[in-house]
Nanobody, 114 residues
Framework: QVQLVESGGGLVQPGGSLRLSCVAS????????MGWYRQAPGKQRELVAS???????KYADSVKGRFTISRDNAQNTVYLQMNSLKPEDTAVYYC????????WGQGTQVTVSS
């Protein structure tokens, strides 16, 4: 059974930084495409960033230049470094894995507010 456990969310002021982590178990992590999605109240879940097994990355236009996704295959962990945070980045952030089937973490709240 694949499990994804996120951590690192919290309250931060505009312009601040956070780093999210997602630890995966029960999967061949090195072969998996990992992603971060977010869902704000009243909005659809959207892709924030993804990274393939070959470390090819993709970002939503709204976060390009501010967020960086990375992975540590030895630790079965994917990270999302978020800099220059804005109030509109406020959302629940979900970790996602895709290798045939798709799995989701439980989500971690990120709130950007002064």
């Amino acid at each position: 059974q694949v499990q994804l456990v996120e951590s690192g969310g919290g309250l931060v002021q505009p312009g601040g930084s956070l780093r999210l982590s997602c630890v995966a178990s029960g999967t061949l992590f090195g072969f998996v495409t990992m992603g971060w999605y977010r869902q704000a109240p009243g909005k659809q879940r959207e892709l924030v960033a993804s990274i393939t097994s070959a470390r090819r990355t993709k970002y939503a236009d709204s976060v390009k230049g501010r967020f960086t996704i990375s992975r540590d295959n030895a630790q079965n962990t994917v990270y999302l470094q978020m800099n220059s945070l804005k109030p509109e980045d406020t959302a629940v952030y979900y970790c996602n894995s895709k290798l045939g089937q798709e799995y989701w973490g439980q989500g971690t709240q990120v709130t950007v507010s002064s």
